[in-house]
């Protein structure tokens, strides 16, 4: 019976993350998102600039003819 209670004691505080890795994990994550956000609204702002110049040559010709 002791020998049992050793091997499920050890079992216990090998398996799993501690709540200081989690921590740290989610802090990493954290700024890695927040260093991304800032890029990926410049990207969605660069596309519609991008769109609005197409569409506004399109009616530049239309005028022109």
């Known amino acids: 019976m002791n020998g049992t209670k050793r091997k499920l004691r050890r079992r216990n505080t090998e398996a799993g993350m ?6 740290i994990a989610c802090s990493i994550l954290i700024v890695l998102a927040s260093a991304a956000l800032p ?5 969605i ?3 519609k600039e991008a769109e609005l110049r197409r569409d506004l040559r399109e009616m ?3 005028i022109d003819r």
């Open 45 to 47: 702002v660069r596309s």
């Open 60 to 62: 530049k010709d239309a």
């Open 18 to 23: 501690t709540l200081l890795e989690l921590i």
């Open 39 to 43: 890029v990926a609204r410049y990207s």
